[in-house]
């Protein structure tokens, strides 16, 4: 079985499969559009056996040409059209290929990133609905895809998403989401990340309809019930934008998606009392293979009922995954290591290497502590900086922080922070914040360097760029 069967088996079916402002296309159309995204890829000469890079949104089209591209073994490896010239170039000089696909809106930046890379540019209009005919065997092991990772700390590797992992990864997925036939499944991530395209891949296989938000803000979720959303996936940041904005309520979700963060506990309750009834889950996973753990149903209705502390983790190990903490330090913590069928690109003795820092407790749940390249040593002891951005977090001035360690001749290393204060209350002085902090923690996880700014830098994909602030701090 191959995740092309899994979409290939409706297309005679009438039953909605993507859904837009504009209309709903139904699995058949989805398919025959695919059959025509196989003429077009002909028709601008991709070659077979190589991938096609697309400069694409979340739109039906790039949808059915997703399915075209992986059923004739040129899986689409779509990259964001936010990045910089310089971080697009050498992701597409690394990929074989000729052709970069795209959307009139894009065409100059896709034109300019051909100029650089030696490739030429096919713009993609429309597709005819040539129908959808049979190919030629696909491989369990070929690409339906290629993501790339965000590069926080360097060049974003490309990961390939195999048809026969893709399988494995849509029933763990589904089952963890209750996602199936007769279900609509929203997202506002863009199509180039794997809460985009990769829950695309997920929503699909499992025969649910996908409903992209091209851009997400109060407007977009309220206009869900008219596309009967039963699914949706947000983070904690958009949670509490619709919660302040007394639009959390949407009539038919039965499910709550969230990543990317933790949830406050308060956040929490508020959000489950606005929507009765809905599940909450929280994935934890990458690029290279997702999910590793999930914090499930039951496990939020625990925390609700009196055990908050299971907020601050990511749950436990998905069904089929096999997690430990390489070499734990004395506090328990160590880079993440997870084993199973639909993690995409493990070493060759099957373990993905995380690159995160965790601990388990005795009952399972894994919690974060940060990259393991983000660890600050301070005079031999080890700081984790998700641990103290957690405590900075929880107090009412501040709206998120960003904790970082910059060189220092006595210590090495000492811990900074930089503070993005809450729109509706003052921030107190340095000294309040370091007391809070200290009531929480070990005396040298204390922030000693302080800072106050408007927002944190992030990446295209809206990951703290936490390196920058080290630099601007004076640190390497």
């Known amino acids: 079985m191959i995740w092309l069967d899994l979409v290939a088996a409706r297309a005679d079916s009438h039953d909605p499969a993507v859904v837009t402002d504009d209309g709903v296309w139904s699995w058949h159309e989805l398919l025959a559009r695919a059959g025509g995204g196989v003429e077009f890829l002909d028709s601008v000469g991709a070659p077979v056996g190589a991938p096609v890079v697309a400069l694409l949104t979340s739109r039906p089209m790039a949808f059915a040409l997703t399915i075209a591209a992986a059923a004739t073994d040129r899986g689409l490896a779509p990259l964001g059209p936010r990045l910089t010239l ?126 992209p938000i091209p851009r997400f803000d109060v407007a977009a979720w309220r206009a869900l019930p008219d596309s009967g959303v039963t699914h949706a996936l947000i983070v904690p940041t958009m949670i509490e934008m619709l919660l ?29 009392k606005a929507l009765p009834g809905v599940g909450f889950v929280n994935l934890f996973g990458q690029t290279e293979g997702s999910p590793i753990t999930a914090l499930t149903m039951a496990d939020h209705e625990l925390a609700a009922a009196g055990r908050p502390e299971l907020l601050t983790s990511v749950g436990r190990a998905a069904p089929g995954v096999e997690v430990v903490i390489a070499e734990p330090d004395e506090t328990g913590v160590g880079e993440i290591h997870a084993r199973a069928e639909h993690l995409f690109r493990p070493d060759a003795d099957g373990w993905l290497r995380t690159g995160d820092l965790g601990r388990l407790d005795a009952d399972g749940y894994l ?55 809450a729109a509706d209350v003052p921030l107190p002085p340095w000294d309040e914040l370091r007391a809070y902090t200290r009531e929480r923690l070990a005396g040298f996880k204390v922030p000693t360097r302080w800072e106050v700014a408007t927002e944190l830098p992030r990446n295209a994909t809206g990951k703290v760029l936490r390196r920058a602030l080290i630099q601007k701090a004076g640190g390497e």
């Not at 302040?244 to 489950?272: F, K, N, W």
């Open 367 to 421: 919690y974060l502590v940060g990259r393991k390249g983000d660890k600050i040593i301070r005079g031999g002891e080890n700081v984790y900086p998700l641990e103290v951005e957690h405590v900075l977090s929880s107090h009412p001035a501040v709206a998120e922080a960003c904790v970082y360690g910059v060189p220092d001749r006595v210590y090495g290393e000492v811990v900074a922070a930089t503070v993005v204060p």
């Open 244 to 272: 302040d904005a007394g639009e959390m309520h949407l009539p038919g979700l039965r499910v709550l998606q969230y990543g990317a963060s933790s949830i406050h506990p308060d956040t929490l309750a508020r959000a489950m």
């Open 86 to 211: 310089s971080e697009l170039a050498p992701c597409v000089a690394a990929l074989p290929g000729e052709v970069i696909v795209t959307e009139p809106e894009l065409e100059s930046l896709a034109n300019e990133v051909a100029g650089l890379t030696g490739r030429r540019v096919a713009v993609l209009t429309d597709l005819p609905a040539a129908g959808w005919r049979e190919l030629a065997p696909v491989g369990a092991d070929r690409p339906a895809a290629i993501l790339h990772t965000s590069g926080t700390t360097g060049l974003p590797k490309a990961v390939a998403y195999t048809e026969g992992k893709l399988v494995a990864r849509v029933k763990v997925n589904a089952h963890l989401v209750a996602l199936g036939p007769g279900a609509v499944y929203a997202t506002a991530s863009p199509f180039h990340h794997i809460a985009g395209l990769g829950m695309m891949f997920v929503a699909l296989g499992a025969g649910a309809a996908l409903r």
